[in-house]
């Protein structure tokens, strides 16, 4: 028997016997958990070598199950007696086997599920490559998700942290990468979106199979799946490059502002990184009450459909970043992959950093020095509270990930120098193209494209916990527009008597920045100093400093009650829900006017506008009283899981307020607490928390019929 064997077979063994006795304490439990497993994955790639899986896939929307057919090609590196795959929620399965270089022979072999893998058993030579067929039945529990979208059926998946080997039995291990040809059956008038480039169409047995080819290798939490009904919008790059862009055809006037500057960031970032978009073509799809903003699944980036947006929608709330972001992984995470989360700052540090030079090349510098300066702030002020974390700490969070890692490379571009940098890319990128990478692979590339010894930058912005922010700050000041903006921030607690004159200044012809820092400083000013400021910022015609305005203020004074309205028909969301908010406060008597003045406006796609009006409505007793009733069914209705998780969250928070709860919602709200959006979960169990403190809601919780066991068992636990 193979040694190797053996040993994992020993280790596994010890593993169990340890974690089948309780006498160890819990933590040291954990960590025996993922040494057994970090154990088996290492071991298992020395043994053998994935390279291909060709998967035949078959969503039922019924059931809410996979029926896939695979075939897998793997290559021995020892000799061996077992290999796996990552596998879960297999309810039933077929495998047989057949040496490669015997195609006809072919023949059932013994294999095991045990809850986390397909184990094939067998003599399996060194040298050899074999192809295994796998036919499976699986229920996924997580990263594929069956979706009610507006009484359409959709799919999507989400591999990263979720895990492809729920639905796909694959390897989870992301340094075992895997070219992955998918089949996929769906329903007539579907429309079917998976990695790589799609060959051709056929139908049959009234189903349509859509087949789909990739050139090269990825980690499997890449892998990407979507059904849905979309129409596409078709791209090319400079370079050549097919882009499609996904819609939703009852947003075909939306297309145009949710995918502003696509081409623009595409070729820009291509030019930028130095190194051609390394795969066949790039897709963007929007989907129904996704986990995340975006995920740059290779070729197939998925995104929350919640950044569909009008042309008034996307000055407030845009999907450039998300946009840019997601395609610089293309490059950094997708081609080049991270070993393990210590080195996770070479995927989003990387991403979020191009992602922040492609909007300088939209929106200008000033934005871009903005945004590092806000960045800068929260970092300093993580660090400042003794919180700050080491880039390379595996368990750092998002903001140190992200933000940390961005600016890491910004000060390093400016240590090194353009040129040098753009070099250090360019070599890191094509030596490690395909592999997985640690963060020695890029600093060796760095040192040797810049012939500088950077271990004091490797010290200060990779090892040390406290961000750098005094030389952040002096970096920051390289822009004049930063230096302004210092020096009116620095005036926050002077007296407005003492600083009229410069507030007067940056409310003329306003920047966009500067000009909402000057009134938010006019907060605390008595009203008939501040009063002409206030009027000078409507007047400005920036919205952005009237966005300011509506959104610092709670209330209006009556002398400013005729300059306020005007908000009303402000060329943004966000500035007319505030502004309809603050004049429905402030005068009671013109509250029928207001309401009838955004009466049919829905503002962003989670009704932002109209789930506030309906809710402010349905409490103004004398507006359109006969009316009532259906404007309080339509708030009820929009709590119902066909519509976004978004629209869902605004309609049971202003139940809440009005205290309107009734069957219908308050079980739709237990629903949602078990959502699979943990975001949304957390937004429900806060309202949940709060009904099950006064006794009317909680009697009325007791009484109510879910016909869902989850949600029955997390509303039987609350109760209890």
């Known amino acids: 028997m193979n040694k190797e064997i053996t040993d994992i077979k020993i280790k596994s063994l010890i593993c169990a016997f340890i974690l089948s006795f309780g ?9 025996l958990f993922f040494f057994c497993t970090f154990f088996a994955q290492a071991q298992q790639k020395e043994i053998v070598d994935f390279t291909h899986i060709q998967g035949e896939i078959t969503p039922d929307f019924t059931t809410k199950t996979i029926d896939g057919t695979l075939t897998v090609t793997f290559n021995i590196l020892k000799d061996t007696d077992s290999v796996y795959l990552d596998a879960k929620n297999i309810t039933a399965f077929e495998i047989s086997l057949k040496n490669a270089e015997n195609e006809s022979k072919k023949a059932k072999i013994q294999s095991k599920f045990d809850q986390n893998h397909l184990i094939l058993f067998g003599s399996f030579s060194a040298g050899k490559k074999y192809s295994a067929s796998i036919s499976y039945t699986s229920k996924p529990s997580q990263a594929l998700y069956f979706v009610n979208n507006e009484g359409k059926s959709q799919l999507w998946t989400q591999g990263q942290g979720k895990y492809t080997s729920n639905w796909l039995p694959s390897i989870d291990d992301m340094n075992d990468k895997i070219e992955f040809d998918l089949q996929i059956t769906a329903p007539v008038g579907k429309t079917v979106i998976s990695n790589g480039k799609l060959t051709k169409k056929e139908e049959k047995s009234g189903e349509v199979v859509w087949y789909f080819d990739m050139q090269n290798p990825i980690s499997s939490y890449l892998v990407a799946l979507a059904i ?14 097919p882009i499609a862009l996904y819609y939703y055809p009852e947003d075909l006037n939306e297309v145009e502002p949710t995918y502003r500057y696509t081409k623009q960031i595409f070729d820009f970032l291509e030019n930028e990184i130095g190194v051609s978009y390394p795969w066949q073509n790039y897709k963007e799809v929007p989907v129904k009450d996704f986990l995340y903003a975006g995920m740059e699944n290779t070729t197939a980036t998925l995104f929350s459909d919640s950044f569909v947006v009008d042309s008034t929608g996307f000055e407030d709330r845009n999907y450039v970043n998300v946009n840019a ?43 871009f020095y903005f945004k590092l300066y806000q960045t800068a702030e929260q970092l300093k002020e993580l660090s400042d509270r003794g ?15 992200y933000q940390k890692g961005a600016w890491a490379l910004h000060i390093l571009r400016e240590n090194i120098g353009d040129e040098a940098f753009k070099l250090v890319v360019i070599s890191y990128l094509k030596k490690h193209q395909f592999e997985n990478v640690v963060t020695a692979d890029f600093i060796a590339a760095a040192e040797k494209a810049s012939g500088q010894d950077l271990a004091s930058f490797e010290k200060d912005w990779l090892e040390q916990s406290a961000f ?9 000041k390289k822009s004049e527009f930063i230096r302004t903006y210092l020096e009116l921030s620095a005036l926050r607690k002077i007296a407005l008597s003492e600083k009229r004159e410069v507030i007067e200044k940056m409310l003329k012809l306003p920047n966009d920045y500067l000009g909402q820092e000057a009134v938010y400083q006019l907060a605390e000013a008595p009203l008939d100093e501040s009063l002409p400021l206030y009027k000078k910022a409507i007047a400005s015609g920036n919205r952005w400093v009237r966005q300011a305005v509506a959104l610092s203020m709670q209330e209006v004074p ?4 005729t300059d306020y309205e005007i908000l009303l028909d402000d060329d943004s969301y966000v500035t007319r829900e505030a502004a309809l908010l603050a004049l429905w406060v402030s005068f009671p008597q013109d509250r029928a006017t207001y309401l009838g003045k955004l009466e049919g406006v829905e503002g962003f796609s989670d009704k932002n506008i109209e789930t506030l009006w309906l809710a402010l409505s349905i409490a103004t007793s004398s507006y359109k009283p006969d009316a009532k009733e259906e404007r309080y069914n339509q708030l009820l209705d929009y709590t119902d899981a066909r519509h976004p998780f978004q629209v869902r969250e605004n309609a049971f928070k202003y139940l809440y307020q009005l205290q309107l709860y009734e069957n219908r919602s308050l079980k739709n709200l237990v629903l949602g607490c078990v959502h699979f959006n943990w975001r949304f979960a957390q937004s429900c169990r806060a309202i949940l928390d709060l009904l099950l403190e006064e006794t009317m809601w909680s009697n009325a919780l007791r009484d109510l019929k879910l016909n869902d066991k989850k949600a029955e068992d997390y509303l039987n636990k609350k109760l209890n």
Do not use: C, I
């Open 468 to 476: 750098q922010a005094d030389v952040a700050l002096e970096s920051l």
């Open 23 to 31: 006498f160890m304490h819990r933590y040291f439990t954990l960590l």
């Open 228 to 241: 849905g009904d979309y129409k596409n919008k078709e791209l090319t790059s400079t370079s050549g490059t």
């Open 387 to 401: 919180k700050g974390e080491k880039l390379l700490n595996p368990g750092a969070s998002s903001l140190t990930f």
């Open 558 to 561: 009556s002398v400013m009650k």
């Open 325 to 367: 972001h997601e395609l610089a992984h293309q490059w950094f995470g997708d081609l080049v992959t991270e070993t393990s989360g210590t080195h996770h700052w070479l995927q989003e540090g990387f991403a979020t950093y191009y992602a922040l030079l492609a909007e300088k090349e939209v929106f200008g510098n000033d934005y």
